[in-house]
């Protein structure tokens, strides 16, 4: 009888020793994570804000989109000038900037009826103005990806010919709202100049080009 209670109360005591155990070694290990997240706050630079200009072409010219449908005709092979994109923001924390971004390019498509002979042609210019959001994942020293949303207004320019050389009325009016999301990396060449490309989407779906801070 001594001996089951003995061995009981081992069993009971092995199993709170392991149990505070662990719970020791969890407490431990969020020390450990907090102190080596401390020790890398610690190795960062001091943060000073930023004046960040880019320049950049982008592809495709997503206006293209915007251009009308005709009775009896239909759309050839649009030809684009730009979009050139220009952005400046000012970054005030490590993860965030808020700015203005501005495009501008033109379009042009032919249209034609469906024996395959040309019956008209049209242009769109563009100019937008958006207010320019921009997060900063932090990466690298070379390397700085980045979210950007974009919204703001489309301001254009429509011209349609005949084949006479008639004008016509434009037929819509395209949008007003314009935006641009999207996914990009700035790649640091010296302390104040770098490269930078992005994928996304609303006025173009690639854009790449200089990035300059100050």
Do not use: C
């Not at 070694?25 to 997240?37: F, I, T």
């Amino acid at each position: 009888m001594f001996t089951k209670q003995l061995l009981l109360l081992i069993a009971t005591f092995t199993m709170y020793a392991t149990s505070d155990a662990q719970v020791f070694n969890r407490r431990v290990g969020r020390q450990g994570q907090q102190n080596k997240l401390k020790r890398l706050k610690q190795n960062l630079p001091k943060f000073e804000p930023t004046l960040n200009i880019s320049l950049g072409y982008g592809f495709p010219n997503l206006d293209k989109n915007q251009f009308p449908e005709f009775y009896n005709l239909y759309k050839g092979t649009a030809s684009q000038t730009g979009p050139f994109t220009g952005s400046i923001d000012y970054q005030f924390s490590r993860k965030s900037s808020v700015g203005l971004l501005v495009t501008h390019g033109t379009v042009s498509m032919p249209f034609y009826d469906y024996s395959n002979a040309p019956a008209l042609s049209g242009s769109l210019r563009n100019w937008s103005f958006m207010l320019n959001f921009v997060r900063y994942i932090p990466a690298g020293k070379k390397v700085s990806p980045y979210i950007r949303t974009a919204i703001g207004v489309n301001a254009w320019e429509q011209n349609y010919t005949d084949i006479d050389g008639n004008k016509l009325n434009p037929p819509t009016i395209p949008a007003d709202f314009a935006y641009q999301v999207g996914l990009g990396a700035k790649f640091t060449l010296s302390k104040n100049a770098g490269l930078f490309l992005e994928a996304g989407y609303g006025k173009y779906i690639l854009n790449g080009g200089l990035a300059v801070k100050f």
